[in-house]
């Protein structure tokens, strides 16, 4: 199989050679040096995940890493072909987000059985067995969900309110962000008797999705509701472009919680459509390639790295927050 890898690496090694002056001398020593990475990426439902794929290109690029890239266009199926195709390559370090928590297991088996180590990008796998992966990179969601809720708790405190009915679009079923932003969120505002949740559904992290459930959560509770919290930002800005249509004022007849941290939502806080906006950063390639490196080196990583994150509100100045990048 040793002469697929070559043939690989040679192969990326001559991209690189046709953008440069030198680029026989730069295949060869890319052939001599390169480490290679296989990671494989879920989808391309969102800026947020456009901007992930990009930190991770760019990041590869910069610590002098060759990056296999393949994206799985939300199909769980097409990631585990291609980790499989990442452990025929010998790749020297695997790297996936999974779609879902479940169902990985054998693959990561048939990694662990080929020596490959494993870095999860971004979310997590359900799995009794946490010797499959050697490395987690990513957001705490849970911690998320928390800090969208005690917003809403600040804000009810704040309107002095009785009572604020909510409506809930979640993220993918059984996806890390989608359980953990759900748990976190209700482990507070369901202490908080003020705080009522009407209904929570699924609109798979998707502008579209987010369009087609705001519509029918207006259909079933019309101005009964008060709060839409959503766990992203492609989803809110699908929401808030039905609330408009319907003449409703976002940020004011509907308090808006998201999560990401888009340009396009913080754009969206400045204007007022939008309440809170839960930073989750998508900024994870250095991250990704620095543990990536030492477990390439055989050295010791920390089995959970979380980057830092905030929460941006209306009642924060932002007149200095430098432009998102995603
Ligand atoms: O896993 C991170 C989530 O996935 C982001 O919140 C969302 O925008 C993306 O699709």
Same mark, same amino acid.
């Given at each position: 199989?040793?002469w697929?890898?070559?043939?690989l690496?040679?192969?990326l090694?001559?991209?690189?050679g046709?953008?440069?002056?030198?680029?026989?001398?730069?295949a060869?020593?890319?052939? !001599?040096?390169?480490?290679?990475l296989?990671?494989s990426q879920?989808?391309?439902?969102?800026s947020?995940?456009?901007?992930?794929?990009?930190?991770?290109t760019r990041?590869?690029e910069?610590?002098g890493i060759?990056?296999? #890239?393949?994206?799985a266009n939300q199909?769980?199926? !097409?990631q585990?072909?291609?980790?499989?195709?990442?452990?025929a390559y010998?790749?020297?370090?695997?790297s996936f987000?999974?779609?879902?928590?479940d169902g990985w @297991? !054998?693959?990561?088996?048939?990694?662990?059985?080929?020596?490959?180590p494993?870095?999860l990008?971004d979310?997590?796998i359900?799995?009794?067995d946490d010797?499959l992966?050697?490395?987690?990179v990513g957001?705490?969601?849970?911690?998320?969900?928390?800090?969208?809720g005690?917003?809403l708790?600040?804000?009810a405190?704040?309107?002095?309110a009785?009572?604020l009915?909510?409506v809930?679009?979640?993220?993918?079923q059984?996806?890390?962000?989608?359980l953990q932003r759900?748990q976190?969120?209700? @482990?507070?505002?369901?202490? @908080?008797?003020?705080?009522i949740? #009407?209904e929570?559904v699924?609109?798979?992290f998707?502008r579209s999705?987010g369009?087609?459930?705001?519509?029918?959560l207006?259909?079933?509770?019309?101005?009964?509701i008060?709060?839409l919290?959503?766990? !992203?930002?492609g989803m809110t800005?699908?929401?808030?472009?039905?609330?408009e249509e319907?003449?409703?004022?976002p940020g004011?007849?509907?308090?808006?919680?998201?999560?990401d941290g888009e340009?396009?939502a913080?754009?969206g806080?400045?204007?007022g459509?939008?309440?809170c906006?839960?930073?989750?950063?998508?900024?994870?390639?250095d991250?990704?390639?620095e543990?990536?490196?030492?477990l390439?080196a055989g050295e010791a990583?920390?089995k959970v790295?979380?980057?830092e994150e905030?929460?941006?509100?209306?009642?924060?100045?932002?007149?200095?927050?430098a432009?998102?990048?995603?």
């Open positions: 199989m040793k697929k890898r070559s043939l690496l040679l192969w090694a001559a991209c690189v046709l953008f440069s002056a030198c680029g026989t001398q730069k060869a020593d890319t052939e !001599n040096t390169a480490k290679l296989g990671f879920l989808g391309s439902e969102s947020w995940r456009l901007g992930n794929t990009e930190s991770i990041a590869a910069s610590h060759s990056l296999m #890239l393949k994206n199909r769980q199926e !097409n585990i072909d291609a980790i499989r195709s990442f452990i010998q790749v020297d370090v695997i987000s999974p779609i879902v928590e @297991d !054998n693959v990561l088996t048939e990694a662990k059985n080929a020596g490959i494993v870095i990008v979310r997590l359900h799995t009794e010797s992966y050697d490395a987690y957001a705490d969601f849970y911690q998320e969900g928390v800090r969208a005690e917003y708790v600040q804000k405190e704040r309107m002095k009785d009572k009915c909510i809930e679009i979640a993220g993918t059984d996806s890390t962000p989608g759900y976190g969120f209700h @482990d507070v505002v369901d202490q @908080d008797s003020r705080l949740t #009407l929570t699924s609109g798979d998707l999705k369009k087609e459930c705001m519509r029918s207006l259909e079933k509770y019309g101005d009964q008060d709060v919290y959503s766990h !992203n930002d800005l699908g929401a808030i472009d039905v609330l319907q003449g409703l004022v004011k007849d509907i308090i808006i919680v998201t999560v340009q396009e913080i754009d806080l400045k204007a459509k939008i309440n906006v839960v930073e989750c950063t998508p900024m994870l390639g991250l990704v390639m543990l990536a490196e030492k390439m990583v920390p790295t979380h980057p905030q929460v941006f509100t209306e009642f924060d100045d932002l007149s200095d927050l432009p998102r990048g995603y």
